[in-house]
């Protein structure tokens, strides 16, 4: 669930103004399958699942019916970082240096091989994706999608909890928590979610 809120609003930041064409349409179909299916890799040994079964919901959407290599999740992920004007500068050095990695070897494995770095990667993706929702996107006219978003997200959430995410003051809710407390969000996220070190703790462990 919470990853798929995550997703959610990750793909919200990734989101240009105005209608898309062809083209970038389909390149947004390639980040939200890059974004999915390297949350389903990186908390694959969490779980117990595999690799597999942790992609599974990704494959569902249009444009990501194929698994993908670490190589190509990290390149996809670096390219539209690279685009993001600094906004996601803690997440960055970790995920070049998979890049690099992979410029030597296709077929390393980035994301799975050292858990560690892996780990960090995923926690400084939710601090950077939450500082920048918490700072550029809340007064953004943008911010209606996050409703399409989360409309979108309901084919991988239980029935019971889409409605009560589209119900007319959780959304609200959700953002005045943003507003209140990042490092709240980053443990409720990060922390109870996906294992992170505690906010205070991030930049010390990671």
């Given at each position: 669930?919470?990853?798929t809120?995550l997703?959610?609003?990750?793909?919200l930041?990734?989101?240009?103004?105005g209608?898309l064409?062809t083209l970038?349409?389909?390149?947004?179909?390639?980040?939200?399958?890059?974004?999915?299916?390297f949350f389903?890799?990186s908390?694959a040994?969490?779980?117990g699942?595999?690799r597999a079964?942790s992609i599974?919901h990704?494959l569902r959407?249009?444009?990501c019916?194929?698994?993908?290599?670490d190589?190509e999740i990290?390149?996809?992920?670096?390219?539209?970082i690279?685009k993001?004007?600094g906004?996601?500068g803690?997440?960055?050095p970790v995920?070049e240096?998979?890049v690099?990695?992979?410029?030597e070897?296709?077929?390393?494995?980035?994301?799975?091989e050292d858990?560690?770095?892996?780990?960090c990667?995923?926690c400084?993706?939710?601090?950077?994706?939450l500082?920048?929702?918490?700072?550029?996107?809340?007064?953004n006219?943008?911010?209606?999608?996050?409703k399409v978003a989360?409309?979108?997200?309901c084919i991988?959430?239980?029935?019971?909890?889409?409605?009560a995410l589209?119900q007319p003051d959780s959304?609200?809710?959700i953002?005045?928590?943003?507003q209140d407390?990042?490092g709240?969000?980053?443990?409720?996220i990060?922390v109870?979610g996906f294992?992170?070190?505690?906010?205070?703790?991030?930049?010390?462990?990671?």
């Open positions: 669930m919470l990853r809120i997703i959610s609003l990750f793909l930041n990734l989101s240009r103004a209608p064409d970038e349409n389909a390149y947004s179909k390639a980040v939200e399958c890059a974004v999915c299916q389903g890799a908390t040994g969490k779980t699942a595999s079964e599974a990704c959407f249009e444009g019916e194929q698994q993908q290599s190589c990290v390149a996809t992920l670096h390219s539209e690279e993001m004007d906004k996601f803690n997440a960055k995920i240096n998979a690099s990695k992979c410029a070897n296709p077929k390393a494995l980035v994301i799975g858990p560690s770095s892996t780990q990667m995923l400084f993706l939710v601090y950077d994706v500082k920048y929702i918490n700072y550029n996107i809340l007064e006219p943008m911010l209606a999608d996050v989360l409309e979108s997200a991988l959430l239980n029935e019971d909890l889409c409605q589209l959304l609200g809710a953002i005045r928590g943003l407390s990042l709240g969000f980053y443990d409720l990060a109870q294992g992170c070190p505690a906010y205070n703790d991030l930049f010390g462990k990671c």
